[in-house]
C-alpha cells in the first residue's frame, strides 16, 4: 500500500474515517484481561482484528504499550488485567552504566512476540492500513533514566541523557524495521515525555533523535505517526514539523484548533478526544457531544483526523466508542 497516497487522498476527502488510538479495549471484545493480551501474540492479532470489525476506523493501530522496549533493555514492569503495563524503577544512574547499557537484539523480552502479533494481524486485516506502535527515544530514555531525573539530567548531565539516546534511538529504529518486514503499513511513535521539555531541549534531546529514525524507516509504503500529548506541543511545532513524520497525533491537553493553525496545511494533524475524561469515564451522550463539538471546530481543516487524545485504556466502555463513531458518521453525513 502506497501510504503516502493513502494520506493524500486522506486530507483530499470531504468525509474523513476517525483513527483512534484504539486496542487494549479489545480484552472486553475477547473476555480477557491485559496481561494475557500482553503475554499472547495470537491473542493481539486477534483483538486488533477484533477492533477492525466493530468498528469502521481509518486504519487498524496494534497496542500502545509504552513499557515493552525498556523491558528489553532490562526495566522491570508492573501489569494487571485492567491496566497498561508501567515500568517500575530504573536501570541507569551514572555514565558509566549508561556506556555499559547493552543495545537488546530486537525480539528480545515481548518485542518478538509484539512483532509476530503484526504479522498475524496483517493477513487477517486486508480491508485498511495497520500500524505498529513503539515508544520514542526520549520517552524510552526517561524509563531507563528514571522520569524525574531524566529531567533534570538534561540540564546537569547532558553527556548522560545523548548516551542513553543513542542507544535507544538505534534500537527503535531496528526494531521498526522488523515491524516494517513482517508488513506493518506504518508506526505511531509515542514521544509524551518530549512534551514536557522546553522547545531547545525538545530539539536536542527529543525531535533530533525521532528524526533519525523517520529519515532511516519512512518510505512511500511505510508512514510515521508522531504522538505528543504533552502540553507544551504548540511552543515546539517547528522542531516537531522539522521530523518530517508522515502525520501528527495530539493530545488533549492541547487545543487542536490552535494547533491545527500552527501546523503545515500539508500534513494530516490528528487528536484530541480525552481517553481518560470521555472513552473511558464519560457517557455515550457526553462522548458523543465532545466529538461534534471537536469537529464542528476542527473540520473544515481538509488535513484534521479527528481521534483519541492518546491511547484509550482498556476498560474503556465500548458505549462509549461506538458512540464516538456514530458522532463521526453524523457529522460527516450532515
Known sequence: MNMTQWFSEMAASPVKKAMPILSFPSIQLLGIGVKELISDSELQAK?????????????????????????AFGSAIRCSDDEVPTVIGHIIENEEQAQALIIP?????????YIEAIKKACTMITDRPVFAGVIGP????????????????????????????????????RY????????????????????????????????AYVKR??????????????????????????????????????????????????????VIV?????????????????IKEATLELLN??????????????????????DNVKAFFAAVAEFYSS
Open 138 to 173: 526520549f520517552s524510552l530514555a526517561g524509563r531507563l533514566l528514571d522520569v524525574s531525573e531524566a529531567m533534570i539530567y538534561c540540564y546537569d548531565e547532558p553527556d548522560l541523557v545523548h548516551t542513553v539516546l543513542e542507544k535507544a534511538a538505534s534500537f527503535t529504529t
Open 270 to 286: 490528528m487528536g484530541n478526544i480525552d481517553p481518560a475524561g470521555q472513552f473511558r469515564n464519560g457517557t455515550p451522550q457526553s
Open 297 to 318: 471546530r476542527c473540520g473544515g481543516h481538509p488535513n484534521f483526523v479527528i481521534s483519541s487524545g492518546c491511547d484509550i485504556p482498556p476498560m474503556s466502555g465500548w
Open 47 to 71: 483483538g486488533i482484528k477484533a477492533v477492525a470489525d466493530t468498528v469502521d476506523s481509518a486504519a487498524a493501530v496494534s497496542l500502545m504499550d509504552l513499557s515493552v522496549e525498556a523491558e
Open 176 to 207: 521498526i524495521k522488523a515491524y516494517k518486514a513482517v508488513g506493518a503499513n506504518g508506526v505511531v511513535i509515542a514521544e509524551p515525555l518530549a512534551g514536557l521539555l522546553t522547545p531547545a531541549l525538545n530539539e536536542e534531546f527529543s525531535a
Open 105 to 113: 537484539e530486537v525480539g528480545a523480552g515481548r518485542t518478538g512476540l
Open 213 to 266: 529514525i523517520v529519515d532511516a524507516v519512512q518510505t512511500d509504503d511505510f508512514a510515521v505517526v508522531y504522538h505528543n500529548c504533552g502540553g507544551g506541543t504548540p511552543k515546539m511545532t517547528d522542531a516537531i514539523t522539522s521530523i518530517g513524520a508522515r502525520a501528527y497525533h495530539f493530545g488533549n491537553a492541547v487545543d487542536m484548533k490552535e494547533m491545527l493553525g500552527l501546523m503545515p496545511a500539508n
